[in-house]
Structures are given as C-alpha cells and as structure tokens.
DNA sequence: TGCGATTAAATCGTGTACGATGTATTTAGC
DNA sequence: GCTAAATACATCGTACACGATTTAATCGCA
C-alpha cells in the first residue's frame, strides 16, 4: 500500500561490508601497485606463501572462490612468472601451484603492507582481530545455509 | 632472507571482509533472483526507494560507485522498466534517475528480503547493528586517508 | 574389467568495479 | 560576454565474480 519507511542504505550492515570492501581494495590498491600486483592476485599469493603448491581447487578453498575465477587470474600471474601451473602426475584432473623464485621473493617486498594497511586502519590490533572474528563468524554463518 | 611466519589468509581483516562480502550475496542471490534483480542494483533501488530523483553523482555518493560502474548499471535497471534517466532541466550536466510505477511496485516485492538475511546470518538485529557500525567506522577510516 | 557416475579445471556469457580518458555543460575570471 | 577551468556523466579497457556448461580423468561397483 503505502511506501514504508525505507531503511536508509547506510543502514544496512551488507552495504557496510560492500563499502568496507571496496574501501579496504582502495587502501591496497597504491601498496599493491607498486608491486604489480591486484588485490585478488595479492590474496592468492599469501595463500600460497602461506602453503605452496596448492592445487586450483584447495586455493578455491582458501579463497572461496571457483575455478572459474581462479583459472584466469592463476593464468595472470603465471605470466607475470610468479607462480608455475602444472598437471598433478598422480592425478591428471588437477592443477597444482607452484611459487616461481619471483613469486617467493614477492612475499619480501609485500611483508610492509600488513603494517601500512593496520596504520591506515587507525584501530589498534587488538581491536582489528576482534572485528575479524565477529565478521568470519557471520560469513560463516551465511555459507552454513 | 628465510621466509617468515607467513600470516595465513583465513587470518587478514581484509580476507574477513572480502570473504563475508561474498558470502553476503551469496545469500541475497536467489532471494534477489527472484525479482530478476542483481545485488548492486537492488543497493540502488534501496538508494532509490529512500529518496527518489537522486542524481547519477548522489547516487555515486551514497553508494560509493563512480558513473563508470554506475551508468552502466542504471541503464540496466531502466531497461527492465524499473527507473527512468534524464538529464536536469536546470543543469544538462546531472542525470535523475527516477523511480516508475514497477520500480516502486518492487519495494513491496522486496520487504520480506531483510527479515531473511538476517535470520540467515544467525545473529541478533541488536548484534547486527553493532557490528554493522564497527565495520562502518572501520571504512570511513580506510576512506578518511 | 568395463562403464556410468563423480570429480577437477577450463570455458563461456553477463554483470560489476575502476583507472583513464572523452564530451558536453556550467561556472569563473577577466 | 568570452574563454579557461571545473563539473557531471559517459565510454573504454582490464580484471574480477559467478552460474552454467564442457572436457578430461578417476572412481565405484556390478
């Protein structure tokens, strides 16, 4: 019938995660720049930091992400001669992922950002990890459905 | 020199929100879906609903998205019959963009949509809203720079 | 052992995001 | 009142995301 009172957008805590998003992609974007590097790639490199030689679909995983995204942006970065692409020989269906010396020597030139992004942040530590939890924690909670 | 203590991914504050991001829309999809909506353009509409006639700039402003992205996307939703775009009389330079009678027909279509995110999300509205303004504060800060 | 079901990546099409640039309109300064 | 600067939107190119489908390899089980 009538209009409803319209929830203002600023309101709604998925349009404060969709900025928050953007914003902190914004806040990387400079630091990431200089190293050639996108935001999704930024993240698919830690993880592999993180445990190199993952296959296409244990970095899904990590990322949540698919192969549909994840192929071509591998694809990226294998051009870049940061990581190696290559069949599993035990099994032929999967790609696994390989750190080139480029791509670890990477993780050197990248080990300020976590601090410059924290500065930004202008919260303490302590503060941005509580955050974390409770945001994991919904994410969780909306993948369980 | 050696590699450090690689900070896994499932840790970073900014994987939490990109990661939730996701996962948020993920869970509008099939809700949205069955309006034929997209979640950015069901963010504009509720833009829209709270305050019709905004311009192309406004619009920018609330959501924080530039014409490039925004353009685009209007004329998708003025495709579908949802809005009408048409430059300022008084300024040639701004575009309103207008609300028609099925853009606001959708408001009634769409009030059941936030009452399922948020069970979805398992949390209390009170614990919501928290959380929402944590996140908020956190964005206008990484913005702030 | 053979073959249908399952699994893992890749491919395709659509829709965001966004930096850089283009174009039309308005405003400002002289 | 005329032009340079500023403003608002649109366009272009690149890179995600993701649903749906395809292709190739492995598994399951009669």
């Avoid at 720049?33 to 592999?48: D, I, K, N, S």
């Avoid at 990590?62 to 990226?76: G, M």
Wanted: hydrophobic share 45%.
């Amino acid at each position: 019938m009538e209009t409803k009172p319209a929830l203002p957008i600023s309101e709604m805590i998925c349009f404060s995660l969709y900025s928050a998003t953007h914003a902190m992609q914004h806040a990387y974007k400079p630091l990431l720049e200089a190293l050639g590097l996108t935001y999704p790639q930024y993240l698919a490199l830690v993880a592999l930091w993180d445990e190199d030689g993952q296959t296409v679909g244990q970095l899904g995983q990590a990322l949540q992400l698919e192969s549909n995204t994840l192929t071509p942006l591998l694809k990226r970065l294998e051009a870049q001669g940061l990581v190696a692409r290559a069949r599993d020989a035990k099994d032929e269906r999967q790609v696994r992922v390989t750190l080139t010396e480029a791509g670890r020597d990477m993780q050197a030139r990248a080990a300020t950002i976590p601090g410059c992004i924290l500065e930004k942040s202008g919260m303490t530590l302590a503060a941005l990890t509580a955050l974390r939890d409770q945001v994991s924690a919904l994410r969780d909670q909306l993948r369980a459905e």
